[in-house]
């Protein structure tokens, strides 16, 4: 059992910046993919970003390819993701969520993932 919990959202002007942090206990994210999801009102949860933890392979959406990085801290057992350049359309719940063996096609399906945060509240004005 992973439990996440998710940390950093805030209100930021557009073009302003935030890092997101995500604590896993119970397990580390050795051998997990972990990524992050967000959800705007009224939409979808859509996919931001993962990351496979052994060998580092990251995958973006291209709405924040350029902008956002994410990244991981063994020592920490976190997962980060920086967001620069934010924009009013990044305002979203931001969850972080992990699981083991999903390939590279499947990465950015949210029911892949069965390990999830809470979320975490990112508001970018304009």
């Known amino acids: 059992q992973v439990e996440l919990l998710e940390s950093g959202g805030g209100l930021v002007q557009a073009g302003g910046s935030l890092r997101l942090s995500c604590a896993a206990s119970?397990?580390?994210?050795?051998?997990?993919?972990a990524g992050w999801f967000r959800q705007a009102p009224g939409k979808e949860r859509e996919f931001v970003a993962a990351?496979?933890?052994?060998?580092?392979?990251?995958f973006y959406a291209d709405s924040v390819k350029g902008r956002f990085t994410i990244s991981g801290d063994d020592t920490k057992n976190t997962l980060y993701l920086q967001m620069n350049s934010l924009k009013p359309e990044d305002t979203a719940v931001y969850s972080c969520?992990?699981?083991?063996?999903?390939?590279?096609?499947?990465?950015?399906?949210?029911?892949?993932?069965?390990?999830w945060g809470q979320g975490t509240q990112v508001a970018v004005s304009s």
């Open positions: 969520a992990a699981a083991r063996g999903i390939i590279n096609s499947a990465i950015r399906t949210h029911s892949n993932y069965n390990y």
């Open positions: 119970g397990r580390t994210f050795s051998g997990y993919t």
């Open positions: 990351m496979k933890w052994i060998g580092r392979s990251t």
